[in-house]
């Protein structure tokens, strides 16, 4: 705190402003400076959760601030009670339970309302997993144009409707998904074929895994580990004129120019992360490609 003081204090803070803040996704170490003094000054701190953001304020040392709930389902009736709030000249942060509010998570409405009150919004810009997962996508086709989807929809319908209509289009796509309906968007996402698919899971965490293969592979993918299945999701599909990355008839290319450098196991486990191919098959490839070598 006193490193973000020290490097945010000169800045002006108006009164009867909401302040919209970005918070970790789920590395703690990601949060601003600018940021960390914000929910310092403020007068109350309007969140998603106020139990999740109690304790986030605990991990930073920020003590005593009142916590107001506003999330999906009190949105606009809270709007109204902080638009009297900021009108009497409080400053007060609106934080969603992680990364950046009022784009996936809750606070449009919320933002909306203030302006149309008059009052100020001022964005404290932070953390991510849309932009975190684009910037290592590594995608060059499109000059960086993408489109956010979200959440497709959990009915199975409804969803290949919506995927019908993305496998034309051009952009890179990026949505989102739980852990408990990933494996049914992996299976939906095999009509796309070769089209890369970069998915990114429990990412700036401990455990955090960015793969990039065709999407026809992703379901075999999440099938090799049950570990790959745990943990928040992102996911970008690549524009659709892109090359598909290594994978499929790759395979046997890759396995051999990891079996050069490592053990067995370890280039089968690689090779299997790099192409999606299953770790079985690979592991079958890798044994006649010693034995055809006279290992």
């Known amino acids: 705190m006193a490193a973000a003081d020290a490097a945010a204090s000169s800045q002006h803070y108006p009164k009867g402003c909401l302040y919209v ?17 914000v929910l310092g000054l403020v007068d109350a701190i309007a969140c998603e959760d106020t139990r999740h953001t109690q304790a986030l304020l605990q991990a930073y040392g920020i003590h005593g601030k009142p916590l107001l709930a506003v ?17 009497a000249g409080e400053r007060i942060a609106y934080v969603s339970d992680a990364g950046t509010p009022g784009v996936s998570d809750p606070g449009a409405r919320l ?13 404290l810009p932070g953390a991510s997993s ?22 497709l929809s959990p009915k199975a319908t409804e969803r290949d409707q919506q995927l019908q209509r993305l496998a034309s289009e051009t952009r890179a796509v990026v949505l989102l998904e739980s852990p408990h309906r ?9 009509v796309l074929g070769e089209r890369p698919v970069t998915l990114g899971r429990e990412l700036t ?17 999440l099938a090799q580990d049950a570990q790959h299945r745990r943990g928040e999701f992102a996911l970008v599909l690549h524009p659709l004129n892109e090359t598909a990355p290594a994978g499929g008839g790759d395979a046997p290319r890759v396995l051999r120019l990891l079996l050069a450098e490592l ?12 192409t999606g191919e299953p770790r079985n098959a690979l592991y079958e490839q890798a044994l006649q490609m010693k034995q055809a070598a006279g290992d």
Do not use: C, Y
């Not at 970790?24 to 960390?36: Q, T």
């Not at 053990?263 to 790099?274: D, G, Q, T």
């Open 21 to 37: 803040v970005a918070t970790p996704i789920g590395n703690l170490a990601d949060i601003g400076l600018r940021a960390l003094h």
């Open 71 to 87: 999330h999906e389902h009190n949105e606009a009736e809270a709007a109204v009670t902080l638009v009297l709030r900021l009108a």
């Open 111 to 123: 933002v909306s309302a203030v302006q149309a009150a008059g009052q100020r919004a001022m964005p």
């Open 130 to 151: 849309i932009t975190a997962l684009l910037s290592v996508a590594g995608i060059v086709a499109g000059a960086g144009a993408f489109v956010f989807e979200r959440f």
């Open 182 to 190: 990933i494996e049914a968007l992996a299976k939906a996402l095999a």
């Open 205 to 221: 965490k401990q455990f955090e895994q960015i793969v990039t293969l065709p999407a026809r592979q992703v379901a075999n993918w």
């Open 263 to 274: 053990p067995l196991k370890s280039a089968v486990k690689l090779a299997s992360e790099i």
